[in-house]
């Protein structure tokens, strides 16, 4: 698989967030991630993870987290969430992989300052979309924001288990398309 989705599954929306009513502060479109995307998202994951377990030193995973994104953008679909119109000006805000053999969806990050502001929700519904009819990812038992968040999404837990690189106890989700 190539970093770039084949054209018949690129993302066909913009989204449209209003942060402040009237304005355009909260406007975000999804498009496909690129290569040159690398470094973005990496940090991304960085500040986001960094930011729901401070007391976890990221920064010292960071050489492990470069490789699980490589082999990511080889077997994932890619989704990223922008703001701006598009061109130099815009940052990513979140981003989504799904695993399309095994429909797992590894990684949802979306910018802290973006949380509640339908970016992961966007995020989810296209996953969705590329997925098919299921979705299975794993969560921290301890992050309840996330657990809070999928299950407004449609998930359910379907077991528990351990994560293997942190050894923090992980439920397991899987979403089903009615």
């Known amino acids: 698989m190539t970093d770039l989705m084949p054209e018949s599954d690129l993302p066909k929306r913009s989204m449209v967030c209003r942060v402040k009513p009237g304005n355009d502060e909260g406007v975000f479109y999804l498009r496909p991630y690129t290569p040159a995307d690398a470094d973005a998202a990496i940090a991304l994951w960085l500040v986001t993870w960094q930011k729901t377990y401070p007391k976890v030193d990221f920064a010292a995973r960071l050489e ?87 299950r407004k999404c449609g998930f359910v837990i379907t077991g528990d288990g351990i994560n293997s690189l942190s050894g923090r106890p992980i439920h397991h989700l899987r979403w089903r398309r009615a």
Not at 82 to 110: C, K, R
Not at 140 to 147: G, I, K, P, V
């Open 64 to 150: 492990w987290w470069r490789e699980h994104w490589r082999k990511l953008t080889q077997a994932a679909k890619i989704v990223v969430a922008a703001d701006g119109l598009g061109g130099n000006s815009e940052t990513m805000i979140g981003f989504v992989t799904i695993e399309p053999a095994t429909h797992y969806l590894d990684q949802l990050v979306v910018a802290p300052e973006y949380w509640g502001k339908a970016v992961g929700l966007a995020l989810v519904e296209e996953a969705k979309r590329l997925a098919g009819d299921f979705i299975d990812l794993d969560v921290n038992t301890d992050n309840a924001r996330a657990l809070g968040f999928y």
